[in-house]
C-alpha cells in the first residue's frame, strides 16, 4: 500500500494547501478575538451594573468580597472573578462609559492590557489613544507599559520639522508622527558623553529596541551607508525604510549640539538617497537629525531654507523617574494575553 511519501500530488496541491492553512490560521485567530471581545464585553457590562449597585445602594468592599466568592462558587473553572478583578471592572465601566463598548478600540485588547490603561493613565483621551495604538500595532502588554511609562504620546510628533513645507498632505502627517522629542535611548545602559560612533554601535547592538523605540513600521537598512560622489566618499549614519509610508528615513546621530551646518549635511544625503536608492513607487525620503541638545530656534532659521523634508530631535539616556521604578514589575510578572475560561488573568 502506497504511503503519502509515494503518491504523486496533483498539479497545485501545494498551493491549495497553502490557502487551506492560511484560511485555518485566519479563522482561529478571528475567533480568538471574537471570544476576547466577548470577554471584555462582559467585563464592562458587570461592571457597569456593580457600579450602578455602589451609587443605588452604596455597596462597600465587604459587598463586593462576598459577590466575588458567590461568583467563584457558581464558576470555579473561571478565574477572573476576584474582588480585585470585579473592581477592575467597575473602573472600566466608569473609564469608558459610552457604549457600546465592543466598537471601541479597547474592547480589541486582553484585559491584561486593560488594567494596565486604568492603573497608569488618568486621563481618558490618552487612555484611548494608547488603547488604539495597542491594537493597530499588536504591542504586548511588556511593550504598552514601556509605551506608557516613556511618555510617548507626549513625544510623539514633537520634533520641529519642515515636514508641512516640504510635503504634501497627508504625507506630512505622517511623517510628523514619527518623528518624536526626545528619543529615549536609556536600553543602551549608557550615561554621560559617548562618542558618535559608540551611540551609533550601541543602537545596532541593541536593534529590536532601536526599531521599538523609532516606531511601528521602522525597517532597518544599513549603517554607514556608502556612497561615492566623484571622486569623494560620503557615508550616512542609519537608514530606515518605512514599509507602512513606502519611504527610506535617514537618521544622522549627533552626541553634541544641533549646529546649523548639520542641517546641510542631511540634506545632501536626504538628495543622494533619493537619487540612488528611491523607487517611482517610494514616497519622498525624510531625514530625522538626532542630537544631544537644540536651541529651537536655531533649528527652525535652518531648516526653513532645506529643501528636502527633515525634522530635528534630541535623545535621552535618562532611566524612569525613581518615583515611578516601584510601579514597573518584573518581565516575568508581565502576561500578554489571557485565556477564555481557563485563565482569565486573575488581576
Not at 506608557?148 to 513645507?165: D, E, H, V
Not at 513607487?281 to 527652525?300: Q, Y
Not at 532659521?301 to 518615583?323: D, G, I, K, N, Q
Amino acid at each position: 500500500m502506497p504511503t503519502p511519501d509515494d503518491l504523486v500530488y496533483p498539479n497545485g496541491y501545494g498551493a491549495f494547501l497553502q490557502g487551506l492553512k492560511e484560511r485555518v490560521s485566519s479563522a482561529r485567530v478571528e475567533a480568538l478575538r471574537s471570544v476576547n471581545t466577548q470577554l471584555i464585553e462582559l467585563y464592562w457590562s458587570i461592571g457597569r451594573d456593580v457600579g450602578e449597585q455602589q451609587r443605588r445602594q452604596g455597596w462597600g468592599s465587604g459587598v463586593i468580597r462576598r459577590l466575588a466568592d458567590d461568583l467563584r462558587a457558581e464558576f470555579p473553572e473561571v478565574k477572573g472573578f476576584s474582588a480585585r478583578n470585579l473592581q477592575y471592572m467597575t473602573a472600566f465601566a466608569r473609564e469608558w462609559p459610552a457604549g457600546p463598548i465592543a466598537q471601541q478600540a479597547v474592547a480589541h485588547l486582553p484585559w491584561g492590557h486593560v488594567t494596565v490603561l486604568l492603573d497608569k493613565i488618568p486621563d481618558r483621551e490618552q487612555r484611548a489613544w494608547y488603547a488604539a495604538a495597542a491594537v493597530e500595532h499588536g504591542w504586548s502588554r511588556n511593550v504598552l507599559l514601556n509605551m506608557i511609562m516613556n511618555q510617548t504620546l507626549a513625544r510623539t510628533g514633537a520634533a520641529p520639522s519642515n515636514f508641512a513645507q516640504r510635503l504634501v498632505a497627508p504625507d506630512s502627517e505622517l511623517a510628523q508622527q514619527v518623528a518624536k522629542d526626545p528619543y529615549s535611548f536609556e536600553f543602551l545602559n549608557l550615561a554621560g558623553d559617548v562618542a558618535e560612533r559608540d551611540l551609533e554601535q550601541a543602537l545596532m547592538d541593541r536593534i529590536t529596541e532601536t526599531l521599538r523605540e523609532l516606531g511601528p513600521g521602522f525597517a532597518f537598512v544599513g549603517r554607514q551607508v556608502h556612497f561615492e560622489v566623484g571622486d569623494d566618499d560620503f557615508y550616512l549614519d542609519l537608514l530606515f525604510f518605512h514599509v507602512e509610508q513606502l519611504r527610506y528615513y535617514v537618521i544622522e546621530l549627533k552626541t553634541g549640539k544641533f549646529q546649523p551646518e548639520y542641517a546641510g549635511k542631511l540634506n545632501f544625503y536626504i538628495a543622494l538617497v533619493d537619487d540612488r536608492l528611491r523607487r517611482d513607487a517610494h514616497a519622498d525620503t525624510v531625514g530625522i537629525l538626532i542630537c544631544g541638545s537644540k536651541n529651537n530656534h536655531t533649528v527652525r532659521y535652518s531648516l526653513a531654507r532645506a529643501t528636502a523634508p527633515m525634522a530635528v530631535s534630541t535623545y535621552t539616556f535618562e532611566s524612569l523617574p525613581a518615583e515611578l521604578q516601584h510601579d514597573v514589575p518584573a518581565a516575568s510578572q508581565l502576561t500578554s494575553a489571557l485565556d477564555w475560561p481557563g485563565s482569565l488573568n486573575d488581576a
